[in-house]
């Protein structure tokens, strides 16, 4: 059975309260999962998590729960629920390439866009996306 993960992330309470709400993340990626056929296999949510910080325990469970069991999608609302770093140990790119070394693809659930970064397509792509962000 084709697997997903969902991950959910506000910085603040007042983004939680009135920007992006957790449950609207969740909703919108659990819709995503439902079109994509699989099976949400685990919910992982950080409240008050900023994307610039490196001790986000929460985010690195998630990375390790589809390294470990294979997960083939890993939805999420966008590209910044990664991360705010550019460069470094935390950065985005590097989540982004341990899921691609084990064949997740990521889903970002506010556009519907499905990247796999195995693919010369899928790398571009999720590259001009951060480059506009």
């Given amino acids: 059975m084709t697997t997903a993960v969902i991950h959910a992330r506000v910085s603040t309470d007042e983004q939680a309260a009135e920007q992006l709400p ?9 819709a995503w999962a439902e079109k994509l056929g699989a099976k949400v ?10 994307g610039r910080s490196m001790h986000r325990g929460v985010f690195l469970n998630a990375i390790q729960y ?20 550019s460069r470094g140990s935390h950065s985005a790119s590097v989540f982004k390439e341990r899921l691609a070394r ?3 693809q990521i889903v970002y659930s506010s ?10 397509e ?4 999720e590259g001009m996306d951060e480059l506009l962000e």
Avoid at 122 to 125: A, C, K, S, T, Y
């Fill in 22 to 30: 957790i449950k609207s993340q969740v909703d919108a990626d659990y």
């Fill in 41 to 50: 296999g685990q919910v992982f949510i950080e409240e008050g998590a900023s």
């Fill in 66 to 85: 589809c390294e470990k069991h294979k997960v083939k999608y890993f939805i999420t609302w966008d590209a910044f629920r990664f991360s705010r770093q």
């Fill in 102 to 104: 084990v064949g997740t």
């Fill in 111 to 120: 556009s519907g866009l499905t990247v796999d970064l195995r693919t010369p």
């Fill in 122 to 125: 899928g790398f571009l792509r």
